[in-house]
């Protein structure tokens, strides 16, 4: 059996061959490119027997884009293919899942070299291991033909597969990723998609476990953890998203430098992305609106494994307040929507004389956080202090985020002058977090609203 590949002596043409091979599909991972002499072979993922004449009729697709300098030549396959693999790979991922088919080969005769071969070809690069839990993307295993065709000749495969593969992994559990629905109505952020494939990941999930969950489902649930600028999070992976591509945010948060021993409001505090960063920044507390209990209980535990004291105040419960304002915690949260923040701290001031220095309001709800926009201002203008940082978040088209940022300035101005004058707002910075589409960016726009 030999193995196809492009070949050239021109090196300035490897990386259109790859990206070409890639482009369909054909790109051999595993194997990659190898220099041999002065020519350059960038491998296929494509076989034969034989001489098949002239070669290049396999790949006229391909070549119709690259220059007269490629051609396509078959390949004597390494008398040792796995050892080659395991050499030249660098993906954790693939050395383990190398490891976990020739653990179990002898048990499934389907399990050859060119098989193996095939599988590590074809594994996507994108995997995260969340404490217990691995974590793959969409396409890994069940998309790949020659695993596949193993898992459906024998019911057991797939089980000890992946058993084998979360020992040399350091993990208990596997799920597949899936994109989070983006549509408004998905206000708690539910990870709906996500493939649980092997461990016990808790209890059914049903209408009482989402919005009434008790202490049987928190304890009897899955909890990934991870450590992002050295600050933990912890999250229950069927019931709350976890976003990495934040951390260049949370990173630019901890270096605010008018946090420290000043007021935070986080209105969309999910599992803590943003209230643990501004924790550690030195702020005398984090006051926390919240509305699935599921993200609380992450934001719970992950503040005991970073040692931050919190008080946690249901929809139903008074926010209790020492008379002499001692001993408030530097977490405050509240487990309802941010509608009623207004109320809460008016509350507390005529209650307890409780007053605060509000320095940021962090808004970081995705597509859009407007909702939240007139609630931020009001808190803004009820600070003891006269300027307040609005952080805004909001998923926006490349092409319309200037514009976006000015008329978020204009209705933030407007709404502040519904309520006091003199009032100012100015555009302060536009930071691009991530790509959320094609086309999308997850973008943060910083407000100062001032007052007299």
Not at 4 to 16: F, G, P, Y
Not at 382 to 393: D, I, K
Request: charged letters at 20%.
């Amino acid at each position: 059996m030999l193995q196809l590949a492009l070949r050239t002596t021109d090196s300035q043409r490897v990386k259109a061959c790859k990206t070409a091979l890639e482009r369909k599909g054909y790109f051999d991972k595993a194997r990659g490119i190898e220099k041999i002499d002065d020519c350059f072979f960038i491998f296929t993922t494509k076989s034969l027997e034989g001489d098949h004449g002239d070669l290049s009729a396999e790949f006229l697709d391909v070549l119709q884009d690259l220059p007269f300098s490629v051609s396509v030549t078959s390949v004597e396959p390494s008398k040792n293919r796995l050892k080659d693999l395991r050499s030249s790979n660098g993906s954790s991922l693939r050395v383990a899942v190398q490891k976990t088919l020739i653990h179990i080969r002898e048990k499934y005769g389907g399990i050859t070299d060119a098989s193996t071969a095939k599988i590590l070809a074809q594994i996507p690069n994108r995997y995260y291991v969340y404490g217990p839990l691995l974590l793959l993307s969409s396409g890994s295993f069940e998309g790949i033909n020659a695993w596949t065709k193993l898992a459906d000749n024998n019911l057991s495969f797939s089980k000890d597969f992946y058993s084998i593969l979360c020992s040399y992994m350091k993990s208990t559990h596997v799920a597949l990723n899936a994109p989070i629905s983006g549509d408004n109505e998905n206000v708690m952020r539910k990870p709906t998609s996500l493939v649980c494939l092997y461990g016990d990941f808790g209890r059914d999930i049903n209408e009482s476990s989402i919005a009434n969950p008790d202490s049987a489902h928190f304890s009897s649930e899955l909890w990934a953890v991870t450590r992002q600028n050295g600050i933990q999070q912890t999250w229950a992976p069927r019931y709350t998203m976890f976003s990495r591509g934040n951390i260049k945010e949370k990173s630019r948060v901890i270096k605010f430098e008018n946090v420290k021993n000043k007021t935070i409001v986080d209105l969309y505090a999910g599992i803590g992305y943003f209230t643990f960063s501004y924790a550690y920044a030195g702020a005398l507390r984090v006051i926390c609106w919240e509305i699935n209990p599921w993200s609380v209980e992450g934001l719970l535990r992950g503040a005991r494994a970073n040692r931050l004291s919190t008080q946690l105040v249901r929809h139903d419960e008074e926010w209790i307040i020492s008379d002499d304002l001692t001993g408030i915690p530097q977490i405050i949260v509240f487990l309802e929507s941010n509608i009623y923040a207004i109320d809460r701290l008016r509350d507390a001031e005529n209650r307890y004389g409780f007053t605060y220095d509000l320095a940021h309001v962090n808004m970081g709800l995705l597509p859009s956080s407007e909702q939240s926009w007139s609630t931020a201002v009001q808190l803004s203008l009820n600070s003891t202090s006269n300027s307040t940082m609005l952080h805004v978040h909001a998923n926006v088209k490349d092409e319309e985020i200037p514009m976006w940022a000015r008329s978020t300035r204009k209705t933030l101005q407007s709404m502040g002058e519904q309520f006091t004058e003199p009032v100012l707002v100015q555009s302060c910075h536009l930071a691009r977090i991530k790509s959320f589409a094609p086309g999308v960016m997850h973008i943060c726009g910083d407000f100062q609203i001032e007052h007299s």
